[in-house]
């Protein structure tokens, strides 16, 4: 018992310390309507999208030509302070997501990589955590997740002056449009949203329903769907107004105050 004073202070130091490590941030910017984040994909460094509306990561095309790469490889990444071993990276054409960016996207880090850890986000300042043990404490409204082809996503209710919907909406970071809606489920008035994949400048619509809350006169933009079960995919313009927390496999995002 004479013990405990002693070995109390040396457990809570230890303890202290690995709450400290698991909450260092790795420096993000937003840009574009999409999170970006410095980040070494095998020998591929870089500017990568960080987006879990991608199930897979993804390497631009024009980047694995200059490197002399293969369709498909396994590599190591390097983000946010952490090394993941084991990557599956896909090549794929991402010409329609490059523009309007400061530098070349090297590609998309996708929920593949982010399921391996609880991913804190702050947008202002923009910052990343990836926490892979038990994470602090973060107070806020805790929304439940559904797996979707690997994409993580909500339910949620759209509507315009005419009709509308509910469905199953995937977390997106890489989108500008608060909703994007894909063209194969819903059919909302074309004076609202615009057509656009990703990053333009969105048309509008009248509500967006999450969780028991309404928010009205959201963006909006119709573009493909990463799975052909979603209605489509929630932005930035709507998640840049909290702290995130999402953790897929645990099957819950956080929503916590600025």
């Known amino acids: 018992m004479r013990a405990f004073p002693?070995?109390?202070?040396l457990i809570l130091a230890c303890g202290w310390t690995g709450v400290a490590r698991a909450a260092e941030a790795g420096r993000c910017w937003f840009e574009n309507g999409a999170v970006v984040v410095p980040a070494r994909v095998g020998d591929v460094a870089g500017d990568w999208i960080l987006d879990p509306a991608s199930p897979r990561t993804?390497?631009?095309?024009?980047?694995?030509?200059?490197?002399?790469?293969?369709?498909?490889?396994?590599?190591?990444?390097?983000?946010?302070?952490r090394r993941v071993e084991g990557v599956d990276v896909t090549v794929a054409d991402l010409d329609s997501r490059a523009p309007g960016f400061t530098t070349p996207i090297a590609g998309v880090i996708g929920a593949d990589?982010?399921?391996?850890?609880?991913?804190?986000?702050?947008?202002?300042?923009?910052?990343?955590?990836?926490?892979?043990?038990?994470?602090p404490v973060l107070k806020g409204s805790r929304l439940?997740?559904?797996q979707v082809d690997g994409v993580p996503a909500l339910e949620a209710g759209v509507a315009d002056d005419r009709q509308a919907g509910l469905g199953l909406f995937a977390v997106d970071w890489g989108s500008k449009a608060?909703?994007?809606?894909?063209?194969?489920?819903?059919?909302?008035?074309?004076?609202?949203?615009?057509?656009d994949a990703h990053n333009g400048a969105p048309g509008r619509l009248r509500a967006l329903s999450l969780a028991g809350a309404l928010y009205e006169e959201q963006t909006a933009a119709v573009?493909?769907?990463?799975?052909?079960?979603?209605?489509?995919?929630?932005?930035?313009?709507?998640w840049s107004r909290w702290r995130l927390r999402l953790d897929i496999r645990g099957g819950v995002l956080t929503l916590a105050p600025k």
């Open 6 to 9: 002693i070995l109390l202070p």
């Open 58 to 81: 993804l390497l631009h095309e024009t980047k694995a030509q200059m490197e002399g790469l293969p369709a498909a490889f396994t590599a190591a990444a390097s983000l946010a302070g």
């Open 113 to 135: 990589v982010l399921a391996r850890f609880v991913v804190d986000l702050d947008f202002s300042p923009c910052r990343v955590r990836l926490i892979g043990g038990r994470p």
């Open 144 to 146: 439940r997740l559904t």
């Open 178 to 195: 608060a909703v994007r809606l894909s063209q194969a489920r819903l059919s909302p008035s074309p004076t609202d949203p615009v057509p």
């Open 223 to 238: 573009g493909p769907s990463p799975a052909p079960s979603l209605a489509g995919t929630l932005g930035t313009d709507f």
